[in-house]
């Protein structure tokens, strides 16, 4: 599921390889944080968060038959 995550941000972010994926796996939760240089914040999110959204759906609908349920955070290098 993380290379479904990878590949959808990839193709917003400007700068890819500066890309950061912190996982936590707890039980059946995932946690996927991504964390982005401050110019990228707005492509990978989208106007209103729609991409942001988009992601979070084709997340949840392709991890139904893994059975676990993944949470997507997108944030900034200086909000750590």
Known sequence: MLELIKYVVNQFAENPSEVEYLV???GNVVDVTVVLKESDMGKVIGRQGKIA???RTIVSA???????RYNIEIKGKDEL
């Open 24 to 26: 936590e796996e707890k």
């Open 53 to 55: 959204k988009a992601l």
């Open 62 to 68: 392709a991890s139904k038959k893994s059975g676990k």
